[in-house]
């Protein structure tokens, strides 16, 4: 490598690096003011949703359980959207191209507060499987077989992806309790990334079926009032079938949640993700991903005892984490109240002009990490939803790869002037930036 590139390299790294921990850094009310250069960043703060109800309607009261809590506002809120387009999902058996149905598909969107956008849609038996009113945002598309691969979603627009599944093995087995009976209507799931994905269900039995599970998965079974089996591995045998028996673990209490706004209307279509086993130990510990129905309302039947963690997502809110402790003596029942999220909408330009893929870094302005890394759009724009509310600071930075033979001289990073601005919830930045050159 020539010694000017690798120079040039080595000054991008410091540079995104550098900016980074700048944006980590808090800063003191008697910091001095900066002083005046080229750059310009302009920013107004305004209300972006109107309340659904009252400020006065009446609230669920604290100590109901989950179950027993009815709606007392008007209705759910609805946050509004921006453009949107659809997607199609091509499944096929990547032996022969055959498509490959009844595989479950999660789609995500990375680096923003908001992850999951759908965890329970299965390809038809042509394979397909279709999503509607898609934000137009890349996402991850995943199958709880393995494969996975991203899409862009386009405006007004059908995107089609194919995903090819490698399916090794036909795994069936039984599901049963530790005095040997058979658990009906048990769950097997399989492990993808950090989540537990449902994979299939066991017949009134405990008897389960399912094609097309690649070698080297992990698979775990739950059932209702049972802690989880202990997980295991498919193993790479001769032979197409395979057979895995799972034994659930002792009685354990189920945690039932609700999820409420502010002014106690159920909130549809809530993603909950409960953690709960030793954090040291991955294989040990369990993460499940689940959507709420219409009323707010999930549950998960069979936790272990212990400390669990709850984190709560949904559409124009902010997150939620809480820690509970689960016994064994009863049932968990709560509800999580979600505050209406703050959001940025930035225009980055250079000369005048928008600037597409430039890096927005979002933090908070108390010293913790960068709360959200994104991309702009071809059109230089960049939308962050999901935040709480607070302090923050926003930067955009441009650091291109220099051509070979290019000096260090010629291959300017770029970078906004640090924006600090209050957020409060339910309230929109509007931000635009003016990258200045520097070398």
Known sequence: MKPGLAFAL?????TVIGLALWLS?????????????ESEVRFEVHRAFE?????????????????????????????????????????????NGEPAANVGIQLLRRNRPVVLLDADSFTDAGGTALFADLECVEVLVRSNRGAQTTARIARDKRTVVRLEIEGAYHVAGRVTTRNGQGAPHAKIWIRADDDWIFLAECDS??????????????????????????????????GSAQHEDFVLGGEAPSVRVQVLDAHGAPVPRA??????????SPEASVRWTKVCDEQGRLAY????????????????FAPVRSFWYVTSACDLDHSVRLERAATVVGEVRLDGRPVAHATVLVALD?????????????????????????????LAVTSPTPPPDAEPSLAPSTASDTLEAELAAGQ??????ELRRWN
């Open 51 to 95: 309340a659904a109800t009252p400020l006065d309607a009446p609230t669920a009261q604290p100590g109901a359980a989950a179950d027993d809590r009815e709606p007392r506002a008007t209705g759910p809120f609805v946050p509004s959207s921006g453009p949107v387009g659809s997607l199609c999902v091509q499944a096929v058996w990547k032996s």
């Open 428 to 433: 929109t930045l509007s931000w635009r930036a």
């Open 301 to 316: 039947n069979g936790v272990s005892p212990g400390d669990v963690f709850v984190t709560v997502q949904a559409e124009g």
């Open 205 to 238: 039995a405990g008897d389960y079926n399912v094609a097309g599970v690649p070698w080297g998965s992990r698979l775990i079974a739950t059932g209702n009032g049972f802690a989880p089996s202990h997980s295991t591995s498919v193993p790479n045998r001769v």
């Open 271 to 280: 993603v909950a993700t409960l953690e709960s086993g030793p954090r040291d």
């Open 25 to 37: 850094k808090p800063s003191g009310a008697d910091a001095q003011a900066s002083q005046p250069h």
């Open 366 to 394: 108390d010293g913790r990490p960068i709360a959200c890394m994104l991309k702009t759009n071809a059109d230089g724009g960049v939308r962050v939803d999901g935040l709480s509310a607070g302090r923050y600071r926003v």
């Open 10 to 14: 080595l000054l991008a790294a410091a």
